[in-house]
Structure formats: structure tokens, C-alpha cells
């Protein structure tokens, strides 16, 4: 298989602009939601027509600039075989559509890109040892907040440096997390998580949105977050922000190089023992 070349900051410039193609689209329906059809995916899991028009303005910019990206996306599916590619997309077009049905204003675009194991990011340099998220988009049009990163090039919001928060203790952290809705196989573990949780630090929220969660940990909003049972495309561009802020991002059950089956743990690095013991230990 013949290895692709890709400039990062064009493919960064890319999901800049796709995200905010989409977020005007959703901007459009949120001003009217008597335009909006509603479907089920499954139970509490809600697509509406604004999910879909953003993501179809998301995959034109991104096939007409980056045609030799493959593409995972929430509403369309998968492009060729992925799993198999150097490098993919993973598209969420509307993170938290249940708060955007609802009126409520948090919500985000979220584009990430992996890279296969193998592969050569920076020249001169050993190639990746696993498949690693290496540029992450979110995109909060509520509040006109662009976050980005690139592997080893630090994490910004509209183009100022931040890192994760300064938080020394478990006690003294502000935890965000996301429970069960749609899958409930894991509830009593993630509770038991939840009850300790409550315990033993300054608060928990529960915002609706995990890529706006991992970005305002990012930035320092929140000093950790977990959730169980995502998808790949919620987490993937929230995992760049967060690694590349300074913080750590890892799977819950630590088998999974990045949180792709949607099990995720992710803190300041001065938490990140205690907090992961601590939602560990209740598995």
C-alpha cells in the first residue's frame, strides 16, 4: 500500500472550514425547528434533518480537498475500508443533537483525523506505534468557539494557546461526565464510578455533549471527564484536544490505544492516577 502524503495544516484549514459549513447549517434549522424531520436510530438515540444536511456541507468540503482521506461519519457510514486506510476521518456534524432538539444552546461540530500504525508523521522521526487521533476540530457555534490541535503542535481556541487546568487533587477537580442513555448494559458500574465520584471531588456536570466536555477540558473548564458507550466520531477530535493541551486521554478499559469503543477517561496529568483508580476500580 502506497503511503500518502498529507500537509496538516491544509487538511487543519479543512475541518476549520467544513466545521463552520455545518455549524451555519445548524444554525439555520436552529432558528426554526418547525423545519426539522426527527427520526430513531435506536431508543434515545435522535437524528434530525439538520444532523444530515451539516454532515453532507461537512463531506463535500472535505472529498473536494482531501479526496485521499477516508471518511467515518455518524449519519452516512464509512467510506472503503477505513480500518485499513492511512488515514480517516471521523466526522461528528452535531454532538449533542438531543440538547439541539431541545433548544438547549451546547452543541458542537467535532472532525478528527487518525492515522494508521506505521505511518510517518514528522520526518525523521519513528513512525506511529499504534493508530493515533493527530488533528482534532470542535466547533461551539453557540458561543463562537473554534477548537483545534495538531499532534505535537499544541492545542488552541481561535487561535490562542491553552492547556488543561492546574488542578493538583481529585478533591479539588471539577469532573464532567455523560450518563447511560442509550445503552444501559454498563449502568451499575458506571454509577457505582459516579456514586465515588461525587464523594470525592468538587462537583460533577453533565453537559450533553461529549466533544465539548473533552474541549473545555482541554482548555481548563473541566480538570477530567469520563463516559461509556460513545462512538468513535464523538470522541476522536476531543481525544487531539486534550493530548495536545497537556492532559491525558485514555481507554476506561485500557485495551484501545485511543477511547474508539467509546469507553473514555480523560484528566489533567495531575489527576490521572487517582481519577482513573477511581472510576476503575467500580468495573
Known sequence: MQDIKVDFYHALETATTAAKEAASILTIYAQDHSKLSISYKSRNDLVSQADKDAEQAILQVVRERTPEIAIVAEESGNSDNPDEAQFA???????????????????AVSIGLVARAGTVLIPNTPPLEVNTPILGVVYDPNRQEMFSAIYQDGCFLNGQ?????????????LLATGVPFRDFSFEEAYMRGFNQAIHNTRGI???GSAALDL???????????WEMGLAPYDVCAGTVLVREAGGVVTDIYEKEPWPRGGHIIASTKSIEAAFGNLIRAQL
Open 89 to 107: 476521518w471521523f466526522i461528528d456534524p452535531l454532538d449533542g443533537t438531543t440538547n439541539f432538539l431541545h433548544g438547549i444552546p451546547h452543541y
Open 205 to 207: 456536570r453533565r453537559l
Open 215 to 225: 474541549a473545555w477540558v482541554a482548555c481548563g473548564r473541566f480538570d477530567g471527564y
Open 161 to 173: 494557546r491553552i492547556y488543561t487546568s492546574q488542578a493538583k487533587s481529585l478533591e479539588e477537580s
